[in-house]
């Protein structure tokens, strides 16, 4: 089509004269009537301007640079569902996945000075002549410092502590055997250790969930190895979900608690500085059954005891183990961005208790959702906290309110 006739067209198109108006119940379509009125033939029109008849039809009149803009913007914003597509994914859960059945809550009495003896009728139970063994079982990634508070805590009431690494994460990186380096720090639990080492599967392109329930059903034989027996007690937890010492003493005192017992925990992210909810739960308490219990970090009961102990996620001491965490563990497709692994930005992050994956919080509900986002306030409370934490304060100061700065290497 020549210049001027295109023109021409155009002029004819914004002069209102019905070119894309077809009746008079104003519907809109390229009719013969309109062609008729330029003079031209449809398929003369058509074929002239190289099919741009047939599209200003269908886009209803938008001009050259309106197309060439959409052009341009559906790639974009291809790209940026695919970018935030876990971000999306969080915004529409109360869409897609129902709220989870309630647990049932066992309220959880605890004073220092109350007997044991009245502490298991309060909750319904009996005392027993003598307690159960215990058995504290865990996948080790990198987390010595929280590996030592845990062990503290628990020391006074676990017959054996059982530990499983590996030279894999989960997300399938090659790592070092850290806790065989430091294993001279444990030796208040050496007599009483089980430790084992299972070889990575450095299957690229598997999803990180896979290598997680290979290592765990490794610790599974472990605990075999170990030598629990029927009735004894078993922690399942990750090594920042720490079980009180009361709350063990309990358990393995009285008769009466459910077989499989999960453990409601505070939820610190960073540090105890930032109390983020009460509702940690994957942590849990079996009485071990032959055949039957099999070592998971899933909901396997619906009963769940108040106030039981601490998970804090992502407490490390050193910004090189917030970088090594961010790309190693199962959730590795949350780090969308280089920049999110730069230390600058990750220790700001610390301090002022934003989301290290700049994530949406996860929530059943649109209230729930907005009830959670920004920042996590910061707590002044140091009232109950492990007890090695007070203890040795100044060795674990980054781990106490007002200590947000971490060390560099």
Not at 87 to 109: A, C, D, Q, T, V
Not at 120 to 149: Q, T
Not at 182 to 192: A, I, L, Q, T, Y
Not at 219 to 240: E, H, N, R
Request: aromatic share 12%; charged share 25%; proline share 5%.
């Amino acid at each position: 089509m020549l210049e001027g006739d295109f023109k021409i067209m155009c002029t004819v198109m914004r002069s209102g004269e019905k070119v894309f108006t077809g009746g008079e119940d104003g519907s809109r379509y390229c009719s013969k009537k309109t062609d008729d009125a330029s003079g031209n033939s449809p398929g003369k029109d058509c074929g002239r301007t190289m099919g741009m008849c047939k599209l200003k039809c269908i886009l209803r009149g938008m001009d050259m640079k309106t197309c060439l803009f959409l052009l341009m913007l559906v790639p974009f914003c291809f790209l940026g569902v695919y970018m935030n597509r876990v971000n999306i994914s969080y915004l529409l859960r109360p869409f897609w996945e129902l709220p989870p059945k309630p647990f049932h809550e066992i309220l959880h009495y605890y004073y220092e000075n109350v007997s044991m003896d009245n502490l298991c009728k309060l909750h319904g139970w009996s005392i027993r002549e003598y307690p159960r063994r215990v058995f504290d079982a865990v996948l080790f990634n990198n987390e010595v410092d929280m590996l030592k508070l845990r062990w503290k805590e628990l020391d006074p009431c676990v017959s054996e502590f059982i530990l499983l690494e590996s030279n894999s994460t989960f997300s399938g990186l090659p790592k070092p055997m850290v806790f065989s380096s430091v294993r001279d720090r444990f030796k208040f639990v050496e007599p009483r250790l089980t430790y084992g080492q299972v070889p990575g599967r450095f299957k690229k392109g598997e999803d990180p969930f896979v290598e997680e329930a290979y290592q765990r059903l490794a610790l599974d034989y472990l605990i075999k190895q170990a030598g629990i027996q029927d009735d004894d007690l078993l922690i399942m937890s990750d090594v920042d979900e720490i079980p009180s010492r009361h709350t063990m003493d309990l358990l393995r005192w009285c008769d009466g608690m459910p077989p499989i017992l999960h453990l409601r925990l505070r939820n610190y992210l960073y540090s105890f500085e930032f109390l983020l909810d009460n509702n940690s739960w994957r942590a849990s308490v079996h009485i071990y059954a032959s055949g039957k219990t099999r070592y998971a970090h899933l909901r396997q009961s619906n009963d769940i005891l108040a106030d039981a102990g601490w998970h804090c996620s992502f407490c490390f001491r050193h910004i090189s183990e917030f970088i090594f965490k961010m790309k190693a563990y199962s959730h590795v497709d949350r780090v969308r961005f280089s920049h999110y692994l730069n230390p600058k930005r990750i220790q700001r992050v610390i301090c002022h208790g934003d989301d290290l994956f700049n994530l949406l919080p996860e929530a059943h509900t649109f209230r729930e959702m907005i009830g959670k986002m920004g920042p996590i306030p910061h707590s002044y409370s140091g009232v109950y906290l492990p007890a090695y934490l007070l203890q040795n304060a100044d060795e674990y100061k980054f781990l106490l309110p007002g200590n947000c700065l971490r060390h560099g290497d």
